[in-house]
């Protein structure tokens, strides 16, 4: 038989918690591709932060060898999907690596909004979608109620769902089996010219920037010319392999065969996600569909608590960058923090783990700003600008008008929520679309909301609200004009940048208001008393006050209590070195993130 | 040997807001006869290791309550230290006891062993308060007390008196003062509550159950003692003690000075030399450690010149008449102006600090700010 006949490209697609990662796991073990005992939990979440959060961040993509009930080995490809919305461009790329893909539900959750969107997604791809119906083992499950919402909601045929529990491994051959059968083959034609698809990549010092590749047509070989059709860059190929899961290289690669290859790419910018490699010398005519830059949803400012750092914060941006051409950055400089960066995100999950990868994997003491997103402003000399940092926003005399990112939000929730949801919409300026009962009692809302409005603790909130049933999924949906104005902190008579933010005008009276008072709680009584207000242009709105510090002393100190006081004065003296001096003035880290958990 | 505490962990009844080791004496039986065996040989293994050539010019009953033992108890361990140790003939020999556990006949019998300071937790004037606090006396046992020692000829005194208690109001601190005052007591030590989490009051506090004082009114306590004493002829000679001239307590200045001393008993803490020891905080563990004839110390700390200079610095500016600068060189081998001249210089500038020809002290100011100042010297 035929590599390629033989061969299934596959996904797993959930929402969060619905077990992937578990599943993904099972079927390794199955097939013998790797030992219970050589698997670390779960091969595929590699890196630390992904285990701790039981999310994928990172892709990868592995081999699976399978020989099936009708006598044939087929070759499996199982092609991971980060499970978070905020990497929904990476999905769809790894969703066009696939022919197929397996839509695990939880069987005691049903589905939820994430499944939905990758569902939706998977079906504009075209994949043959097999429904998992997992976690059958627990006595709440409730397969034929899933199996109903698999028909009602999504319109896929839901009577062939598997059932299954990854965690006792119920069901995995009967999945192995259904992707040999009902997935179909990949097309391709070996003798035209070369398409891949980057569908990720990771970084190796030795190697350089090593992309993961789906052929579509042609084959891809040491020695060849190759070219990213996206980025123009061209590159000499060292090393074509495949992932088993441990790489290991292969002669070449050919039609629906996934795999990777070296060519001494030294940037990772070169090997942009969805991107199309061709060969050089003799090119596609157009690349895949799909592609696109990642672009940053969200912005904040990252510095070094301590100054010197800022080497080493450089340094350490520039690795990470390596890994995830998504983080953008450049240097930036605030009056009240010195020197550092302005970075952009996929959303603000993404923020928290590279600020925690920075934190954790260089251990730097890093200062976060208030997230922004990316706002465009309309000068008065008709020049457009993007302001991804409050600061910029130019006053309302420079400018025709200004613009904030949408986002077509999908919130699904039991109906009993409806009204909850409703209230937190209109609360964040967002404006009502569409309502559907996709159950007697699952109710899908769809709202046009400010993505600013979203960043903050818009899901928090949200959870919190719907006692934890409400889920959430969203997709850019363009610019509005909005009435906004820049709110300045002015802390001891000085505007401290790093607090400024852009909030809309019928909000800033009462956002300074609750700034101001935080920051008054968050702040530590200082030598001499220090004045906090809140300013729009030169109108001050609100104001308060941190007294002047009376009284700081150790009570007695006798010849038992020396090593004990000791440590209190010690710890005393880390506190005010996790805080930022600006000017006079000691301002605690939690201060520049205060403006997150005000509403 | 400068000094020697002693620690008797032994009183009637934990108040809300100790956290020293001691135990109720009702629960112990014979175990605090052998505890006063053990410190009796603690003493004499000490005595063995020290050098004798410097007198021992300061002793210190500290619990607990000390008076909570029979008199005898005290007695035999004031002997012992003077069969062991060269002690000097004006030495300071302080016992702490609390009213309601001594009486004249008692005083008498410290006096004739050679005990010639007094210190009474009397704490406040009001038995709303004394009450709360959990303590067992009341103001009228603290007056009687006072009059008993005075009669069995101990005249120096000093009086324990605690502010920002929860509940307590300013008004009710200064009347707690003048209380005092009326007594002429020629040593008072104010202190400010501070309430720590292994104590009754302590996790009340997280709990969010006990109110105490804000920082402002804390403040305010400790300005109204300052200005009531200074009028009544005290001096101010530490952050949270003062006295006549000539009553300072000679005791705690050896702590302050950061000289060394000798802590005997179970949890007492020693300096000496460039080492700090502290026994373990269990009469069981500290008394089977002796029966064997081994030092029942529990933690044992190396201190670096760094951090001894640093602790000298933050024990010697509690004393307002701060450090001397010779003394400290003479000490360290360091100019205390040279080495940490930033950190002077900024304290100096922030009014915390005040310099003079020969010494270096904490302002009116830095009193109240002392933690300010002190974690500028910390390694």
Redesign the interface.
């Known amino acids: 038989m035929a590599r390629q006949d033989s061969t299934r490209n596959f996904c797993i697609i959930a929402h969060i918690d619905h077990g992937k990662s578990t599943l993904a796991d099972r079927l390794l073990e199955y097939t013998g591709a790797l030992s219970a005992r050589e698997m670390e939990q779960q091969v595929l979440d590699k890196m630390d932060i992904e285990r701790e959060r039981g999310i994928t961040i990172k892709l990868q993509a592995v081999r699976i060898s399978y020989t099936a009930h009708n006598g044939k080995t087929y070759i499996l490809n199982l092609i991971d999907t980060p499970g978070h919305v905020d990497f929904n461009y990476e999905v769809s790329r790894s969703l066009a690596a696939c022919e197929g893909a397996l839509l695990v539900v939880d069987a005691t959750q049903g589905i939820e909004a994430q499944t939905l969107a990758n569902a939706y997604l998977a079906i504009e791809h075209d994949l043959e979608i097999i429904p998992v119906i997992n976690k059958i083992d627990l006595p709440s499950a409730d397969p034929e109620g899933v199996k109903k919402q698999i028909e009602d909601i999504l319109g896929i045929d839901a009577d062939e769902a598997i059932l299954a529990s990854a965690k006792t491994g119920i069901g995995t051959e009967d999945i192995l089996e259904a992707i040999v059968k009902k997935i179909p083959a990949p097309e391709g034609d070996p003798s035209a010219r070369l398409k891949a698809l980057i569908f990720d990549s990771h970084f190796d010092s030795y190697r350089g920037a090593i992309p993961y590749i789906r052929i579509v047509d042609g084959i891809m070989k040491k020695g060849i010319n190759m070219q990213m059709m996206g980025t123009g860059k061209s590159f000499e190929v060292t090393e074509v392999g495949i992932f088993t899961p441990a790489p290991r290289s292969v002669d070449c690669l050919k039609p629906g065969d996934v795999g990777f290859i070296a060519a001494s790419i030294k940037n990772v910018k070169d090997t942009q996600v969805g991107d199309t490699i061709t060969d050089e010398d003799r090119p596609a005519e157009k690349p895949l569909p799909g592609y696109r830059k990642a672009t940053s949803m969200v912005y904040c400012g990252l510095y070094p608590i301590e100054t010197n750092d800022y080497p080493d914060l450089r340094d350490a941006l520039e690795k990470l960058q390596l890994n995830d051409a998504s983080l953008v950055y450049e240097p930036e400089t605030s009056g009240a923090l010195g020197f550092g960066f302005r970075c952009g995100f996929l959303g603000l999950l993404h923020m928290e783990i590279i600020k925690e990868r920075l934190e954790r994997e260089y251990g730097l003491d890093l200062l976060t700003t208030a997230p922004s997103v990316n706002y465009r402003a309309t000068k008065t000399d008709n020049t457009e600008i993007y302001i991804d940092n409050p600061t910029k926003l130019p006053s309302s005399q420079e400018m025709i008008m200004v613009e904030e990112p949408y986002v077509k939000a999908t919130i699904m929730v039991p109906s009993e929520f409806v009204g909850s949801v409703m209230e937190i919409a209109t609360e964040r300026r967002g404006s009502f679309i569409n309502m559907e009962y996709i159950t007697e009692s699952r109710v899908m809302m769809i709202y046009d909301l400010p993505l600013s409005e979203i960043i903050y603790d818009f899901f928090d909130q949200l959870k919190s609200r719907t006692k934890g049933y409400a889920s959430l999924d969203y997709d850019l949906s363009g610019y509005k004009e909005s009435d906004l104005v820049k709110l300045d902190i002015l802390v001891n008579n000085e505007v401290v940048d790093a607090l400024s933010c852009i909030v809309h005008k019928d909000k800033a009276y009462y956002r300074g208001r609750a700034l101001v008072e935080k920051l008054r709680r968050i702040i530590p009584r200082q030598l001499f008393e220090v004045p906090i207000q809140a300013a729009i242009g030169n109108k001050v709105i609100a104001r308060e006050t941190v007294k002047a510090l009376r009284k700081n002393v150790l009570e007695k100190c006798y010849g038992g209590d020396i090593t004990r006081k000791r440590k209190l004065l010690e710890k005393q003296k880390e506190g005010k070195k996790r805080m930022k001096q600006v000017g006079s003035v000691e301002i605690p880290q939690e201060a520049f993130m205060a403006v997150l958990k005000i509403d | 040997m400068e000094a020697v505490?002693i620690?008797i962990p032994f009183c009637m009844k934990k108040c809300n807001y100790c956290d020293f080791y001691s135990l109720p004496v009702n629960t112990v039986g014979v175990l605090k006869e052998e505890y006063c065996a053990a410190v009796k040989k603690e003493i004499e293994m000490y005595a063995r290791e020290f050098d004798k050539s410097n007198q021992v010019k300061s002793i210190y009953f500290g619990g607990g309550t000390p008076t909570v033992l029979p008199v005898g108890e005290l007695t035999g361990i004031l002997k012992r230290l003077y069969a062991s140790f060269p002690v000097a003939n004006d030495a300071e020999i302080t016992v702490e006891c609390n009213p309601g556990t001594v009486d004249l006949d008692y005083f008498r019998r410290l006096k004739d062993a050679g005990v010639n300071r007094i210190s009474i937790g009397a704490q406040a004037s009001q038995d709303s308060l004394l009450e709360k606090m959990g303590r067992i006396h009341r103001w009228r046992d603290t007056v009687r007390t006072i009059s008993q020692a005075r009669q069995a000829g101990l005249e120096n005194i000093n009086f324990d008196l605690i502010y920002g208690l929860p509940g307590q109001t300013i008004d009710q601190w200064k009347e707690s003062l003048r209380d005092t005052l009326s007594l002429e007591v020629p040593h008072i030590?104010a202190?400010?509550?501070?309430l720590e989490p292994d104590t009754p009051w302590g996790r009340a506090l997280e709990l969010g159950k006990l109110e105490v004082p804000d920082?402002?009114i804390?403040?305010d306590m400790?300005e109204a003692a300052i200005d009531l004493l200074l009028g009544a002829d005290y001096l101010h000679y530490e952050?949270?003690n003062f006295a006549y001239s000539g009553f300072p307590s000679r005791h705690?200045i050896v702590?302050?000075k950061n000289h060394d001393?000798l802590?005997v008993g179970a949890?007492?803490?020693?300096?000496t030399g460039h080492i700090?020891r502290?026994n373990v905080p269990s009469l069981t563990e500290y008394i089977g450690a002796l029966k064997q004839g081994h030092f029942p110390v529990g933690?044992e700390?190396f201190l670096d010149q760094e951090?001894e200079m640093?602790?000298t610095i933050?024990?010697g500016l509690?004393l307002l008449s701060g450090i001397d600068r010779d003394e400290f060189r003479a000490r360290f081998g360091v100019n205390l102006i040279d080495k940490y001249s930033v950190q002077v210089e900024k304290l100096c500038w922030?009014g915390?600090l005040e310099l003079t020809p020969t010494r270096i002290r904490l302002s009116r100011k830095g009193?109240?700010?002392?933690?300010?100042v002190?974690?500028?010297f910390?390694p």
């Open positions: 505490y620690h030590a202190y400010g509550l501070k920082q402002d804390s403040a400790l952050i949270s705690n702590y302050w001393y802590g949890a007492a803490a020693s300096h700090r502290t933690e700390e951090t640093a602790e933050f024990l509690r922030k915390l009193l109240f700010l002392g933690n300010e002190f974690l500028e910390l």
